[in-house]
């Protein structure tokens, strides 16, 4: 048997979404979703719990079978696994970028929280940056950069805590912060100045490096800042093999998707194409996915097109997006998966409504399809008929369920 | 006002029970629980919660409204109150069987993990183990024999812990295991020790024991061992009655059902032909539950025959099976019982497909009834009907439900 799960990011809406009164799921044409939801059933799930508001990384864990009230300790070091740094037990972890600022008073004026989209020269940008020596005796940290201004920050030292704020002040024109200890601790304490120290001679690094001449003679906005947030140190949680016995995969464009399933055992394969945007290449996730279960007991694909959709508020493209998924991804998948050995589930983390425009707390509707699940009435993928599905409606767990229904599940009791 | 809560273990199906992709339950004939869902309303009930596989002894814990995440210690403590064993704070219980063994070369090698389902002479072997002296200061111990193989061993004494292993291989032709202790404790060292001398001198007791020396002689396996499991001790819970102030009894053939209803204050009522097997006489049990009502407020009858059957991978004794517990426990139940008057529950403790042959993790229909209980549309008791059932899907917790429609809930807050 094998199972394959599918996430599509903030996939759920409101009736708000288009002017007919539909979501954007349900308004999108979705022959193969249909039909497995004809064979299948539908239920809602609260991605956390009833009224809880998720965010990706808590709602994905929940997701994946772990109760993130308990394990999560920020965004931080899914952003460092994601990207392939080695996090260890006590590394002190960051989702961070390049920033744009300027000196003033003392303080740094972010002038550009993205450093103009920067898009080539940051593999430099970084080396520079990881050849600074911090002054904390027994502190080495590690900034790698991924697409863009995008990267992530890593310290690692004894003595050291994920209870220290954040330098980006969020908006442009304000300067960027300091680092503050949230607790009264030595750790905290030590940890924030570390930080501001490091931040500090990077502007220095990166002010003076080549890349950034070059790009201020071109106009463009300096990548000379670094910008850190989402401390966390590593969840000591179980992966789903000691638990369930079984070897899955991840095939995720977005660093932070990869990073949670890599948090939680899982095996990150790289799709050439797989961007984690609009314009990722569904037909190539497929082919990979169904090649994945060679290989693997269960393979879990996220997709984030839809996510990004519904922040731009765009109703139409998250509509295109779901049109997109059902012809690309999932008409080609099933042809390549034999449904008489497989159990699939889909579903969203959350919902991006339109008309908001960021994540809100509804229930998602989700699909479960294979030999043994129960059949219910709904005759097609969407939130209203998931509101009438067999499965009703439950939280989170939606793995441990798609694993239940190959029989790996251990048994609690006796 | 009176409850009746029914459990008929493993009740749940997969489509693939049976040919025409219909669940035990949906392929059997039940007028009288069909005319109960008509009357009454359904739901889909996830014994511990979402995607999670139950044992039977959590699994009840959590339908009689505790968390078994919290208290559940292990099986052994159910099995010996369930046999009317004396169950104190500190003791340490097992489940435990005779089984057959050959001594090989320092080992002792099982060749029948249930002693050829010896069905007499079981006591006069209980009463010569039960005269060993241990050698460890301050322990003494109690072995008692059920139906069959089957038993219970309990352990006193200060200084003992139930974080030991078993002795059971769980396959024939290996060795017996050496208990282990499960943590660094002095007080697991010490158990293990006591437990393994105890086995070590139970075999040369039983060896020699007359009625093993005729079984030999009848060409039958000698029940010259002893396998013990599920080391637990005493749930520290409060009584249904105290949180409730109502007094309950338990009709149920299998001790562990017994057991559990004991460990939360029910009283078991013996009723002759209650066999917790599929032979077992369920007018006998109606006749009984109606009658425990003149002297109980509520009572919680289990039956296990659709549990077996289900092991056995046996769609038609299944089947069978749910139409004896309608025809022949609910029809004459409700012809004594005044439903005016009466609140009553039947659920099961979790799903045991036919391909599976064991627990799974889906929910299982559940079914309310009485004056109370707003109805709804549903027209039979099944899987599917159960899923656009009224009351939804919730995790556990009937029995309180069940008390609630008879207004004898604690109020939580004010």
């Not at 103009?116 to 990881?130: E, T, V, Y």
Request: with cysteine; proline share 5%; aromatic share 6%.
């Amino acid at each position: 048997m094998h199972g394959i799960l599918v996430i599509a990011d903030g996939l759920g809406g409101r009736p708000t979404d288009t002017k007919e009164g539909k979501t954007c799921l349900e308004a999108a044409k979705t022959l193969a979703l249909d039909e497995l939801a004809r064979q299948g059933a539908l239920g809602l799930v609260d991605p956390i719990g009833p009224g809880v508001r998720p965010g990706s990384d808590t709602a994905h864990l929940s997701l994946l079978g772990y109760d993130p009230y308990e394990i999560y300790t920020g965004r931080g070091v899914f952003e460092c696994l994601g990207i392939g740094m080695d996090v260890r037990a006590d590394d002190i972890c960051f989702r961070a970028n390049f920033a744009t600022v300027e000196a003033r008073k003392g303080e740094y004026i972010v002038t550009d929280r993205r450093a103009g989209r920067i898009d080539s020269g940051q593999q430099d940008l970084a080396r520079a940056l990881n050849e600074i020596e911090p002054d904390a005796p027994g502190v080495t940290f590690e900034f790698r950069a991924s697409t863009q201004h995008r990267g992530a920050l890593l310290l690692r030292g004894s003595g050291l805590s994920r209870h220290v704020g954040e330098n980006d002040p969020h908006a442009t024109g304000k300067a960027a912060l300091l680092f503050e200890p949230l607790d009264g601790s030595e750790e905290a304490r030590r940890t924030a100045s570390a930080l501001n120290e490091l931040v500090e001679k990077s502007h220095a690094v990166l002010g003076e490096h080549p890349v950034n001449v070059a790009r201020a003679s071109d106009g463009q906005a300096p990548a000379n800042y670094i910008l850190a947030r989402g401390a966390a140190d590593c969840p000591d949680i179980p992966s789903i093999e000691s638990m369930y016995g079984v070897r899955g995969a991840v095939i995720a464009g977005g660093a932070l998707y990869r990073g949670v399933a890599l948090a939680c055992g899982m095996t990150s394969i790289t799709v050439p194409g797989a961007t984690g945007g609009l314009d990722t290449d569904l037909r190539a996730k497929a082919e990979a996915a169904a090649r994945a279960l060679e290989d693997y007991d269960y393979v879990f694909v996220h997709m984030k097109g839809t996510d990004n959709a519904g922040h731009d508020q765009d109703a139409a493209a998250k509509t295109a997006f779901i049109e997109r998924i059902d012809a690309e991804f999932f008409t080609p998948l099933l042809e390549k998966v034999d449904m008489a050995m497989t159990h699939l589930a889909f579903t969203g983390d959350h919902t991006t409504p339109i008309d908001f425009g960021d994540h809100t707390h509804e229930p998602v509707p989700v699909l479960f399809a294979g030999p043994n699940v129960m059949p219910d009435c709904t005759e097609a993928f969407g939130e209203r008929e998931a509101g009438r599905g067999g499965l009703g409606r439950f939280s989170g767990r939606v793995l441990p369920m798609l694993l239940g229904y190959n029989n790996w599940s251990p048994k609690f009791g006796s």
